[in-house]
């Protein structure tokens, strides 16, 4: 039972381009989204993250919108670039209290030169 | 800035034997996990330490077993690997179970 889902293995765009990594979520107790990226060799660390009660998170080039509603969120990435190949972690947190974060599958992105 | 080390970055061993990884974080948080990150990337985590309280995955077999000596440390001790242990192990740390502080991993091959 996969609690979230992240709808693409892998993705490629060109430098320059939007990327959308799309994920959705089964339980809607969930209230913590954070996405976490990770380069091949290391652990994966915190990009940015969205609570339920927003819609929309930005931080730099990196924006999450988050639609409560449809259990689904997106991370957009824009002007991307070649740095920004890893792989995307979308997870969810149920309210405080619960003892982990359930993680999504992973999006790997690939941004061409 | 690493603040979670795991060491080895890698260990190939042979089907029967057992092995065991380190992880020390030096962030002064409270609890501290392990996470098993298979070839397809999946996460999927194994235990969790707090205050010397372990919450373990009912899913993860009983060969696997943390160690900690105190809240910085949590070591995985692994009696008798199989093939399908080999993996990425990933220790994390945490002071609000939201915001995980990974290590880079250790990888597992077992012959």
């Known amino acids: 039972q996969q609690q979230v889902r992240q709808s693409s293995q892998s993705l490629t765009v060109w430098e320059g381009e939007t990327a959308i990594l799309n994920c959705s979520y089964e339980?809607?107790?969930?209230?913590?989204f954070p996405w976490y990226q990770q380069f091949p060799g290391e652990g994966p660390a915190l990009l940015i993250a969205i609570r339920s009660v927003s819609d929309k998170k930005e931080d730099g080039r990196f924006t999450i919108f988050f639609n409560k509603r449809e259990k689904n969120l997106s991370l957009h990435i824009k002007d991307s670039q070649p740095g920004d190949s890893a792989t995307y972690f979308c997870a969810a947190s149920p309210p405080s209290g619960s003892w982990q974060l359930i993680f999504g599958s992973g999006t790997q992105l690939t941004v061409m030169p | 800035e690493t603040a979670v080390f795991q060491t080895p970055n890698y260990h190939v061993t042979q089907v029967g034997n057992e092995v065991s990884f380190n992880c020390k974080q030096t962030l002064g948080h409270d609890t501290m996990y392990w996470y098993k990150q298979d070839s397809k990337k999946l996460l999927k985590i194994m235990f969790s330490y707090n205050n010397k309280q372990l919450i373990v995955n009912e899913t993860v077999p009983r060969r696997f077993s943390p160690q900690s000596s105190d809240k910085a440390h949590l070591n995985l001790r692994i009696k008798s690997v199989e093939p399908e242990d080999s993996a990425v192990y990933l220790c994390?740390?945490?002071?609000?179970?939201?915001?995980?502080?990974f290590g880079s991993g250790t990888r597992l091959t077992v012959l």
């Open positions: 994390a740390s945490s002071d609000n179970a939201e915001t995980l502080y």
């Open positions: 339980n809607s107790a969930f209230d913590y």
